[in-house]
């Protein structure tokens, strides 16, 4: 089994930066892509950010120029820098991993809210 463990969510006022973190553990022979999803109240979840275990990133349209992701391979981790935060990234922010072991199956984090205050 794999547990997926998000930090750092909160409030900030508007203009302002948050970081994110994810950390997986659990039975891990290694991790294909890691990512970064949102959900507001009342909409669907949507990505925010991904990256493979390469470093190759892809960006919501909604995030482009204002989040960087990055990993640590060695700490099975995932960072998520968000800058010049709106009113409307205030969402429940998951992160999620592709794990490989005996088989390939994403797993997902509980969740971190963040807030933006305006």
């Known amino acids: 089994q794999v547990q997926l463990v998000e930090s750092g969510g909160g409030l900030v006022q508007a203009g302002g930066s948050l970081s994110l973190s994810c950390a997986a553990s659990?039975?891990?022979?290694?991790?294909?892509?890691m990512g970064w999803y949102r959900q507001a109240p009342g909409k669907q979840r949507e990505l925010v950010a991904l990256?493979?275990?390469?470093?190759?990133?892809n960006y919501g349209d909604s995030v482009k120029g204002r989040v960087a992701i990055s990993r640590e391979n060695a700490k099975n981790t995932v960072y998520l820098q968000m800058n010049s935060l709106k009113p409307e990234d205030t969402a429940v922010y998951y992160c999620?991993?592709?794990?490989?072991?005996?088989?390939?199956?994403?797993?997902w984090g509980q969740g971190t809210l963040v807030t933006v205050s305006s």
């Open positions: 990256i493979t275990n390469s470093g190759t990133t």
């Open positions: 999620n991993a592709g794990v490989i072991d005996r088989g390939y199956r994403i797993y």
């Open positions: 659990g039975s891990i022979f290694s991790i294909n892509d």
